[in-house]
């Protein structure tokens, strides 16, 4: 705390006895207290203090002594949205008392509890890696998005500020600010008010509540999760336009290196691990569920410079008058000028032009690792098949055939080294769903390929479900080391017993018994549970009787939960390895029955709470079922290659395999079907970025259907031009189809997926219908 503090500036000393008489008469300190008061060093309009004593900390906002711009410093505004907004749930610190009374310190102030985490200054976020800068500034576009969202009449926001026409009102506004507290004139703001006045959008219409100082360092964050608690410096919210904030939030990515205006603010060009503009729009779309792109953000934009500016300038005011609250205002007055002429170069830049023509394409950071993978790939990743395969050859009847080759390993380490690492995961790489999908499919061209990047199934499903719903105690235990590729872990849902494509028919049965949770079942088709580094399960239970699994619809997916189980908790056995084909795929650490039998976990061990065990089901299946299908792309476009060479090696009937119509009518018709499913896959994988995963519900199951049809069919006809050597174990086929037609079962049936197309076309059609 000390680094964000100094001892009160002597220009804002108060009488701090008379304050504690205050907040003794409010019963919110005792007067037996000691009351220490710091004054934070940040800050350049409010003065804001730390107000401590052995019991209680508060945080002490109040307007600045001496003469004040107009309509400036409205503390009472800061304190009515932050009980608002706290009431709502939103991240704030809690208002505790606003005092108009000037007799107390001087001037009007308002309390509010201090909220405990982290503050980073530097919106470059330095000492961080480069995983943990994407986790803060996707938590922080989320809030953003969250604050858009809020609807303003149950928060009894209403008349917070003057509705349509924010542009018009901000512009003017600044205008204002800047000429009251003007010492000369700079040509170049009256050039870009001129321009701003000129240019304003012509849909200046939609309302949210908008924060008006949106930045990283206006953020409290967990002290060690990328999460939001609170957001601070509510002095210039209002209700308006939220692209206004957006691009203020994205401002410093246009910031050029060299103009620092306040101690905050720095060029975030060619620092690692900053989202890119792009992808910070693709996330705040997401959260606040827009269908389309945003509008050009050039006005926007021009408008944060020119508050910036308008900022500066009364810094700078402050500092003549002797009453400023930023050690560095004298050097902030010199930034006007520059910031102006920049914004002025700036409006005419096309920001909004496409880097190519197409559908679906990757951010930059995305293309940059998928060229990066398929580096990797092509140096050492479909080198190693050979030895790989042999490997497995020698220990076919060995215990050994279960642990991961040591040249596999030898890869994991490289590919952790060169950053490819967990790139299935936005928080840990930075990259959308659309990004991971092209290298899903490059993956998929080789079977051990996604472990070495430590993105393989069912760990990266079951990473997903800690990540999202995990405590932080079981994010500690479990996801970190997976995250590190130390451990493996199995996801058991599959029963031996029942039809479990209708998963609420699940027999495992789960009982609470004090603070223990007992379990009793079988599970089957457990993939990784026979590597010896799996060392926990999530397993899926039913708490319903036999009636209640036969009741409604809501009930029966009421009832059951998600728990954590060690693999080496008593009652845990892995009975058997199961075969596909008759191969037991060890290469993923096979597919096994395990028994569950009177099974003790701790209370703490559920995920997200009992009977929510659908809920995480539904949100783990989606990105885990895209990443599917786009490896079964990979996979078909490797046996199309097979099939290829195969054609144009082999003679029969006094001429090329190709040059048979029949054959050469099957590679047109399988790079149609790879072409069609790509595409309906990536599609996919967009909706699932900007709608979310429950709107890409049809989608997802439209893909889970045709990847796997068409992977069948690909390799069946590449099996076909090997005749007896596809089926044989000289090639990868066989192999490759078991994958493919075990696909079309795995995470749910086709049939399942066909239903759940129909119902859901049945009601767009009939909503359009109604229309």
């Given at each position: 705390?000390?680094?964000?503090?100094?001892?009160?500036?002597?220009?804002?000393?108060?009488?701090?006895?008379?304050?504690?008489?205050?907040?003794?008469?409010?019963?919110?300190?005792?007067?037996?207290?000691?009351?220490?008061?710091?004054?934070?060093?940040?800050?350049?309009?409010?003065?804001?203090?730390?107000?401590?004593?052995?019991?209680?900390?508060?945080?002490?906002?109040?307007?600045?002594?001496?003469?004040?711009?107009?309509g400036a410093h409205k503390v009472d505004r800061e304190y009515r949205v932050q009980k608002a907004l706290h009431s709502a749930g939103f991240p704030v610190p809690q208002p505790v008392r606003h005092c108009t009374d000037v007799d107390v310190i001087g001037t009007e102030f308002y309390l509010m509890e201090h909220v405990a985490g982290r503050?980073?200054?530097?919106?470059?976020?330095?000492?961080?890696?480069?995983?943990?800068?994407?986790?803060?500034?996707?938590?922080?576009?989320?809030?953003?998005?969250?604050?858009?969202?809020?609807?303003?009449?149950?928060?009894?926001?209403?008349?917070?500020?003057?509705?349509?026409?924010?542009?018009?009102?901000?512009?003017?506004?600044?205008?204002?600010?800047?000429?009251?507290?003007?010492?000369?004139?700079?040509?170049?703001?009256?050039?870009?008010?001129?321009?701003?006045?000129?240019?304003?959008?012509?849909?200046?219409?939609?309302?949210?509540?908008?924060?008006?100082?949106?930045?990283?360092?206006?953020?409290?964050?967990?002290?060690?999760?990328?999460?939001?608690?609170?957001?601070?410096?509510?002095?210039?919210?209002?209700?308006?336009?939220?692209?206004?904030?957006?691009?203020?939030?994205?401002?410093?990515?246009?910031?050029?290196?060299?103009?620092?205006?306040?101690?905050?603010?720095?060029?975030?060009?060619?620092?690692?691990?900053?989202?890119?503009?792009?992808?910070?729009?693709?996330?705040?779309?997401?959260?606040?569920?827009?269908?389309?792109?945003?509008?050009?953000?050039?006005?926007?934009?021009?408008?944060?410079?020119?508050?910036?500016?308008?900022?500066?300038?009364?810094?700078?005011?402050?500092?003549?008058?002797?009453?400023?609250?930023?050690?560095?205002?004298?050097?902030?007055?010199?930034?006007?000028?520059?910031?102006?002429?920049?914004?002025?170069?700036?409006?005419?830049?096309?920001?909004?032009?496409?880097?190519?023509?197409?559908?679906?394409?990757?951010?930059?950071?995305?293309?940059?690792?998928?060229?990066?993978?398929?580096?990797?790939?092509?140096?050492?990743?479909?080198?190693?098949?050979?030895?790989?395969?042999?490997?497995?050859?020698?220990?076919?009847?060995?215990?050994?055939?279960?642990?991961?080759?040591?040249?596999?390993?030898?890869?994991?380490?490289?590919?952790?080294?060169?950053?490819?690492?967990?790139?299935?995961?936005?928080?840990?790489?930075?990259?959308?769903?659309?990004?991971?999908?092209?290298?899903?499919?490059?993956?998929?061209?080789?079977?051990?390929?996604?472990?070495?990047?430590?993105?393989?199934?069912?760990?990266?499903?079951?990473?997903?479900?800690?990540?999202?719903?995990?405590?932080?105690?079981?994010?500690?235990?479990?996801?970190?080391?997976?995250?590190?590729?130390?451990?493996?872990?199995?996801?058991?849902?599959?029963?031996?017993?029942?039809?479990?494509?209708?998963?609420?028919?699940?027999?495992?049965?789960?009982?609470?018994?004090?603070?223990?949770?007992?379990?009793?079942?079988?599970?089957?088709?457990?993939?990784?549970?026979?590597?010896?580094?799996?060392?926990?399960?999530?397993?899926?239970?039913?708490?319903?009787?036999?009636?209640?699994?036969?009741?409604?619809?809501?009930?029966?997916?009421?009832?059951?939960?998600?728990?954590?189980?060690?693999?080496?908790?008593?009652?845990?056995?892995?009975?058997?390895?199961?075969?596909?084909?008759?191969?037991?795929?060890?290469?993923?650490?096979?597919?096994?029955?395990?028994?569950?039998?009177?099974?003790?976990?701790?209370?703490?061990?559920?995920?997200?709470?009992?009977?929510?065990?659908?809920?995480?089901?539904?949100?783990?299946?989606?990105?885990?079922?895209?990443?599917?299908?786009?490896?079964?792309?990979?996979?078909?476009?490797?046996?199309?290659?097979?099939?290829?060479?195969r054609a144009a090696s082999r003679r029969t009937f006094g001429k090329k395999l190709y040059e048979h119509e029949a054959v050469a009518h099957w590679i047109a018709e399988c790079r149609l079907a790879i072409e069609q499913t790509r595409l309906l896959t990536l599609c996919a994988a967009h909706a699932l970025d900007t709608l979310g995963g429950?709107?890409?519900?049809?989608?997802?199951?439209?893909?889970?259907?045709?990847?796997?049809?068409?992977?069948?069919?690909?390799?069946?006809?590449?099996?076909?031009?090997?005749?007896?050597?596809?089926?044989?174990?000289?090639?990868?086929?066989?192999?490759?189809?078991?994958?493919?037609?075990?696909?079309?079962?795995?995470?749910?049936?086709?049939?399942?997926?066909?239903?759940?197309?129909?119902?859901?076309?049945?009601?767009?059609?009939?909503?359009?219908?109604?229309?």
């Amino acid at each position: 705390m000390d680094e964000l503090t100094t001892p009160v500036r002597p220009q804002h000393i108060f009488d701090e006895d008379s304050l504690k008489k205050y907040l003794s008469a409010q019963s919110l300190v005792s007067n037996d207290d000691r009351l220490a008061v710091r004054q934070y060093s940040a800050g350049q309009s409010n003065p804001t203090f730390l107000i401590q004593t052995p019991s209680k900390t508060y945080v002490l906002r109040k307007k600045p002594p001496g003469a004040l711009l107009p309509g400036a410093h409205k503390v009472d505004r800061e304190y009515r949205v932050q009980k608002a907004l706290h009431s709502a749930g939103f991240p704030v610190p809690q208002p505790v008392r606003h005092c108009t009374d000037v007799d107390v310190i001087g001037t009007e102030f308002y309390l509010m509890e201090h909220v405990a985490g982290r503050i980073f200054r530097d919106l470059r976020l330095p000492g961080m890696v480069p995983a943990e800068r994407t986790a803060l500034y996707v938590a922080a576009v989320e809030v953003l998005a969250r604050l858009h969202s809020l609807d303003l009449t149950p928060l009894r926001l209403n008349g917070y500020g003057k509705g349509g026409g924010y542009c018009r009102r901000q512009v003017s506004t600044w205008a204002k600010q800047y000429a009251a507290s003007s010492h000369r004139d700079i040509p170049a703001m009256n050039e870009l008010a001129a321009w701003l006045t000129g240019n304003l959008p012509s849909d200046d219409r939609e309302v949210t509540l908008v924060h008006g100082d949106f930045r990283v360092d206006n953020l409290v964050f967990h002290p060690t999760e990328a999460r939001v608690l609170a957001v601070l410096d509510w002095e210039l919210s209002t209700t308006g336009e939220p692209l206004a904030d957006l691009a203020y939030f994205l401002m410093p990515h246009y910031w050029p290196p060299g103009l620092d205006v306040l101690s905050s603010m720095g060029s975030l060009r060619g620092i690692e691990g900053i989202p890119t503009v792009d992808d910070l729009i693709s996330v705040y779309r997401r959260c606040r569920g827009l269908p389309s792109a945003l509008p050009p953000l050039n006005f926007y934009l021009a408008l944060s410079y020119f508050k910036m500016a308008g900022i500066a300038q009364g810094i700078y005011a402050r500092h003549l008058l002797g009453n400023a609250s930023a050690p560095n205002a004298a050097e902030v007055g010199q930034c006007v000028e520059p910031l102006a002429v920049l914004a002025l170069e700036f409006v005419h830049r096309p920001l909004t032009a496409p880097r190519e023509a197409g559908l679906f394409l990757q951010t930059a950071r995305g293309r940059e690792a998928l060229r990066q993978v398929k580096d990797f790939m092509g140096q050492h990743v479909l080198p190693a098949q050979k030895e790989v395969a042999e490997y497995y050859t020698e220990h076919a009847q060995s215990p050994l055939r279960w642990n991961t080759p040591r040249i596999v390993e030898d890869l994991k380490v490289k590919a952790r080294e060169a950053g490819l690492w967990n790139l299935f995961l936005p928080a840990a790489s930075g990259l959308k769903q659309l990004d991971y999908a092209y290298i899903a499919e490059e993956t998929g061209r080789c079977l051990f390929a996604p472990e070495v990047f430590n993105c393989q199934a069912p760990d990266t499903g079951n990473m997903e479900v800690l990540h999202m719903f995990g405590s932080t105690e079981q994010k500690r235990a479990w996801l970190e080391p997976l995250l590190r590729g130390e451990i493996r872990s199995c996801f058991c849902m599959t029963e031996p017993d029942v039809a479990s494509s209708d998963a609420t028919n699940m027999a495992c049965s789960v009982r609470r018994v004090g603070d223990q949770f007992v379990i009793n079942g079988k599970k089957w088709w457990i993939s990784g549970a026979g590597h010896p580094r799996c060392k926990v399960a999530i397993v899926m239970c039913s708490s319903a009787t036999e009636d209640a699994r036969s009741s409604s619809s809501s009930s029966r997916h009421a009832r059951h939960t998600m728990l954590l189980v060690p693999m080496d908790t008593a009652g845990v056995k892995l009975v058997r390895p199961l075969t596909v084909f008759g191969q037991d795929d060890a290469i993923h650490g096979g597919h096994f029955e395990v028994h569950f039998d009177n099974v003790r976990v701790p209370a703490a061990n559920v995920i997200l709470g009992e009977g929510r065990g659908f809920e995480i089901a539904q949100g783990r299946l989606g990105p885990g079922r895209l990443h599917h299908c786009m490896r079964a792309v990979g996979l078909a476009e490797m046996a199309l290659e097979l099939l290829c060479r195969r054609a144009a090696s082999r003679r029969t009937f006094g001429k090329k395999l190709y040059e048979h119509e029949a054959v050469a009518h099957w590679i047109a018709e399988c790079r149609l079907a790879i072409e069609q499913t790509r595409l309906l896959t990536l599609c996919a994988a967009h909706a699932l970025d900007t709608l979310g995963g429950r709107a890409a519900r049809k989608q997802i199951a439209l893909i889970k259907v045709a990847a796997g049809r068409m992977a069948c069919k690909v390799v069946d006809r590449a099996i076909q031009v090997h005749g007896g050597a596809g089926v044989s174990g000289d090639f990868p086929l066989a192999q490759m189809y078991s994958y493919a037609r075990t696909l079309r079962i795995a995470d749910g049936p086709d049939e399942v997926h066909l239903s759940s197309v129909a119902r859901l076309e049945l009601r767009d059609q009939l909503a359009k219908a109604k229309l």
